[in-house]
């Protein structure tokens, strides 16, 4: 099995470190993983703003990168959703089709195909999980809460494994943190406001970390923790499934 890498933009850009775990973490549970290095963006900005139509390049460019791999895997459910959902070529719709069904952000990849069951991981602090929208309602990585049916959760399935972590209970555990891409900048007070609900609810349940499967939910709510001169910090998932501390 050969794992294609794929790093959305803003990851390279502003999270590296994420990035870094992530290779290390799928090399650690022996998969092989090849970072190809002329990707770029995969076209969510444009396409969530209206401008599907100018993402030709960005389809072709992904298809030229990612073609020759068993799974792609990315450390983003908002970009693999993205992939999933619009993906498309004219000269090769059959490829396209593969890619989409191989497609997997990192937390599905290591439950649903490789099935791991045992993480040599340790990270002693208490942390609270962002839902964000795109992995618990585009990719289903956990239970929505207004469904009367059984709860699951992949994340929470993972980060059991971790040594000396404890996860705390929010009040509402998959509200939206307001990001929403340009919905941010579009609608900057609502943006911050729901932010700032779901900064609230870490802090009064205790938590010292903040983590999700979505670095751009941590982006915006790391933002708000910073200009509250909070001391709860925000962490990829990758990053503690990771950890040795």
Known sequence: MTVGLFIPCYVNQFYPQAAIATLQLLRKVGVEVVYPSKQTCCGQPMANSGFEHLTQECNDLFLENFSRFDYIVAPSASCVLHVKQHLHSATDPAEADRIRSNVYELVEFLTDVLKVENLRARFPHKV????????????????????NTLPFSKPVHLLNMVEGLELVTLDRPDECCGFGGTFCVAEE???????????????????????????????????????????IKAVHIAEILNSTL
């Open 128 to 147: 609270g999980i962002h839902q964000s929208c795109h992995g618990l309602r585009g990719l289903y990585l956990a239970q929505m809460s207004e469904l």
């Open 189 to 231: 007070a609502v943006s911050v406001k729901m932010g700032k609900d779901r900064v609230t609810d870490h802090t009064k349940n205790g938590a010292e970390y903040i983590t999700s499967v979505d670095l751009s939910c941590l982006m915006h709510l790391e933002g708000i923790l910073h200009r509250n001169k909070s001391a």
